[in-house]
């Protein structure tokens, strides 16, 4: 059983916890981490998208390069580094990640005939990269494939809904804002 810490509105542990089903049956606020790859090539900036596995909600659909709930206990970053260990294989340090915002998900739905209410606290980051698609290490219960893309062609795509994605603008938007702030150290 997955344990989440429960957040006030500024996400914060309250000191009570949760089970993962319990927070979204009964819209109960927890914590998620989320992070983006971007890398420069061709002058341009790119960003990794995740496509979901079929047995995942969003089957098929581009996403987040690595996202995932924070188990009760621990903290932003250090989850934020654990779920892109898990999910793509990649090793980087709390340190390397920088900070884009903080936004909160409230969204219901039905998922597999049950109820689902998603009432989630979210601090997102991204991360430089100078990495291949085969340099990844895939987790296919969770991912099905990678893609870089163009960023400012992902953000029409998105808004557009050119393709299959369940990316949030606004969130993608902050991740563009923030890229650039943050030089590359890496330039192709």
């Given at each position: 059983?997955?344990?989440?810490?429960?957040?006030?509105?500024s996400g914060e542990p309250t000191g009570e916890?949760?089970?993962?089903?319990?927070?979204?049956?009964?819209?109960?606020?927890?914590?998620?981490?989320?992070?983006?790859?971007?890398r420069k090539n061709e002058g341009n900036t790119?960003?990794?998208?995740?496509?979901?596995?079929?047995?995942?909600?969003?089957?098929?659909?581009?996403?987040?390069?690595?996202?995932?709930?924070?188990?009760?206990?621990?903290?932003?970053?250090?989850?934020?580094?654990?779920?892109?260990?898990?999910?793509?294989?990649?090793?980087?340090?709390?340190?390397?990640?920088?900070?884009?915002?903080?936004?909160?998900?409230?969204?219901?739905?039905?998922?597999?005939?049950?109820?689902?209410?998603?009432?989630?606290?979210?601090?997102?980051?991204?991360?430089?990269?100078?990495?291949?698609?085969?340099?990844?290490?895939?987790?296919?219960?969770?991912?099905?494939?990678?893609?870089?893309?163009?960023?400012?062609?992902?953000?029409?795509?998105?808004?557009?809904?050119?393709?299959?994605?369940?990316?949030?603008?606004?969130?993608?938007?902050?991740?563009?804002?923030?890229?650039?702030?943050?030089?590359?150290?890496?330039?192709?």
């Amino acid at each position: 059983m997955e344990l989440l810490d429960v957040v006030n509105e500024s996400g914060e542990p309250t000191g009570e916890t949760v089970d993962r089903e319990t927070a979204h049956a009964e819209g109960i606020r927890h914590r998620t981490s989320h992070l983006w790859l971007l890398r420069k090539n061709e002058g341009n900036t790119e960003i990794l998208l995740q496509k979901r596995a079929q047995t995942k909600s969003f089957p098929g659909c581009y996403d987040i390069s690595s996202a995932g709930h924070i188990p009760a206990g621990d903290d932003y970053r250090e989850s934020a580094v654990r779920e892109l260990k898990e999910e793509l294989g990649v090793t980087a340090g709390q340190s390397d990640l920088i900070f884009c915002g903080d936004k909160y998900i409230i969204w219901d739905d039905v998922f597999f005939g049950k109820p689902y209410h998603d009432r989630q606290y979210t601090r997102v980051f991204m991360l430089w990269t100078d990495a291949d698609e085969d340099a990844f290490t895939l987790q296919e219960e969770e991912v099905d494939s990678i893609l870089w893309m163009d960023l400012e062609s992902c953000i029409n795509g998105v808004k557009e809904n050119s393709f299959p994605n369940c990316i949030d603008i606004e969130e993608l938007m902050m991740v563009r804002r923030t890229a650039a702030e943050y030089r590359a150290p890496f330039v192709r």
